[in-house]
């Protein structure tokens, strides 16, 4: 999938502007900004789902895209069990909306390999955070994706359950035969927790600003300039470890308070 | 022996039997319309059609026109002007409901003050009658009735997908307009047909509480969707027949009968989540 020179708005001023950006088949790359930075706008532009004002979005032809929403966007008083989650994004034979015994069979088969086996029958609301969001995966992954989108996939999720995300979708992305080989990306906010493990990181912030390995890419110059406040990074058993500036001085200020 | 014959004595009378068929069937419309009423937010949308549909009744009967036209005819109308005023922008969706259906109201009201011998049928509206019932009703209920049931199993997998994850039922490639589109002209072909019946002032009531309802019983949609509908024609069936003994219109009585249901299911709901909470009821 390729992004030409692309904008986008919702009528006003665009909201992303001059974007750059190829993914290849069985990629995994994460893009990192701040909020209000166009990121979930950038990820429906790729879906399709908004089209660019200027320059192009072009998807292989017979290129199947899966989305998995913020889980944050999920109305969790929503009466559906597990199974109608995974259940509604396939096609229905006429007049009969129940799974037939080949599809039921199918839907399991997806839970079992994301660790929901027998929980077909449960509300949404009666699981762990990690559990609903392998829902949703496991919604996207009926479809046969070969990429997945996915929305800040571990925003107010414990440290736990990003782990748990994160091993999913490694199993996912790494090709046959131990894997499925399917393209990822993804949105996110945390730079040390998630980011720094990717093979390919995109800053964004109305454009790309930056994109490669995140050796390349989480520098302070690229991260001022996709953040707007100075960063700086350390390096830890070969990793960088990106810190805020300015703590020293907050700090200093707060306690301040407490010491007088 | 007495009893019983005097229990079944309502039914000997032709207008209790065509009551008692529209009460249940505008039950059982109501309760399926309404899953989608409840969960898609859209209890105040129903609310301001059936006021809207009051004025166009209204106008109706003081111009000689059949129901079905003229309150249909309003109806749409007001739709579409409370999609035109909301998409600008200026005000918000909710308050252009507001305005334009209560000014529909108040018109109904107006030409209900100046042209006395319209009256009866506009207080049928108002307060719906199910005893004034011709088979034509009944016709009407069961075929938009038919109608839904027909759309709702139908489309059942792209409805739930567009009311449940808007976002993601579009990239998958659900149209989400022709969905809301659709449940659109369903509710308002429902409460075109079964105001006369429910009553305008009760009609929302109707559309929300046997989903309310079904939804503390379930936490299936698919078990949602026909529960709904068996309970709204409970409804509507039990509170028309004790209607007959309490000699209290027949509206207000449905919509009792429903509330107390809807209270005995609520504190059941209570209890069985304490009693989880406290770790007594274990799967």
Redesign the interface.
């Known amino acids: 999938m390729t992004c030409e020179h692309m904008s986008c708005s919702y009528g006003g001023a665009p909201v992303i502007e001059g974007v750059d950006l190829t993914i290849r088949q069985g990629e995994f790359v994460g893009i990192v900004g701040p909020s209000g930075s166009g990121k979930t706008t950038l990820l429906r532009a790729m879906?399709?789902?908004v089209k660019p004002v200027h320059g192009s979005v072009t998807r292989q032809a017979g290129l199947r895209?899966?989305?998995?929403?913020q889980v944050e966007?999920?109305?969790w008083n929503?009466?559906?069990?597990v199974g109608?989650?995974v259940?509604?994004?396939?096609?229905?034979r006429?007049?009969r909306?129940?799974s037939a015994r080949s599809e039921l069979t199918l839907i399991e088969d997806v839970l079992e390999r994301l660790g929901l086996g027998g929980l077909v029958?449960r509300?949404i609301?009666?699981l762990s955070g990690g559990q609903q969001q392998r829902v949703f995966l496991a919604?996207a992954l009926i479809?046969k994706p070969d990429m997945l989108i996915l929305d800040e996939p571990t925003a107010g999720v414990d440290v736990r359950t990003r782990h748990e995300v994160l091993h999913v979708l490694a199993d996912l992305n790494e090709s046959p035969p131990h894997g499925d080989g399917i393209a990822i990306v993804l949105t996110t906010h945390d730079l040390n927790g998630l980011a720094s493990h990717l093979p390919r990181l995109v800053c964004f912030n109305r454009t790309v600003i930056a994109d490669g390995s995140p050796a390349e890419v989480l520098q302070p110059y690229f991260l001022e300039r996709t953040y707007g406040a100075p960063m700086e990074v350390l390096q830890h058993g070969g990793m960088p470890i990106v810190l805020e500036q300015g703590g020293d001085e907050l700090r200093n200020r707060l306690n301040r308070g407490t010491a007088s | 022996m007495i009893i019983a014959v005097d229990l079944l004595k309502p039914f000997s009378y032709e207008f209790f039997r065509n009551g008692l068929i529209i009460a249940t069937l505008a039950g059982a419309l109501c309760g399926l319309i309404g899953v989608f009423v409840v969960l898609r937010g859209m209890s105040y949308i129903g609310h301001g059609l059936s006021h809207a549909v009051f004025g166009g009744a209204a106008l109706a009967a003081v111009l000689n026109l059949n129901y079905f036209i003229g309150a249909g005819f309003w109806g749409l109308a007001s739709g579409l002007m409370i999609g035109r005023v909301s998409r600008k922008r200026i005000i918000g969706a909710d308050a252009a409901i507001g305005v334009i259906t209560t000014a529909s109201f108040a018109m109904g009201l107006a030409l209900q003050a100046r042209f006395g011998q319209a009256k009866r049928s506009i207080d049928a509206v108002l307060f719906g009658n199910v005893l004034g019932v011709f088979t034509s009703d009944i016709l009407a209920v069961a075929g938009v009735g038919i109608l839904s049931a027909v759309v709702i199993v139908g489309l059942y997998r792209k409805l739930l997908f567009a009311t449940f994850d808007p976002e993601v039922a579009g990239v998958s490639g659900v149209s989400v307009p022709a969905m809301e589109a659709v449940l659109m002209v369903l509710l308002s072909a429902t409460i075109l047909v079964t105001v006369r019946v429910i009553g305008v002032l009760l009609i929302s009531a109707l559309l929300v509480l046997p989903a309310v309802t079904a939804r503390l019983m379930t936490n299936s949609f698919g078990r949602m969707l026909w529960l709904s509908p068996v309970l709204g024609a409970i409804f509507g069936g039990v509170g028309m027949y004790i209607s007959w003994y309490a000699d209290v219109p027949s509206g207000a009585v449905i919509i009792l009968a429903g509330t107390l249901v809807f209270i005995a299911a609520y504190s059941a709901v209570g209890v069985r989540r304490r009693a989880q909470l406290a770790g007594i009821n274990h799967h």
């Open positions: 879906l399709g789902s895209l899966a989305y998995v929403p966007t999920v109305d929503f009466p559906v069990t109608e989650v259940g509604m994004s396939r096609p229905q006429l007049m909306p129940k029958q509300h609301r009666e919604r479809q």
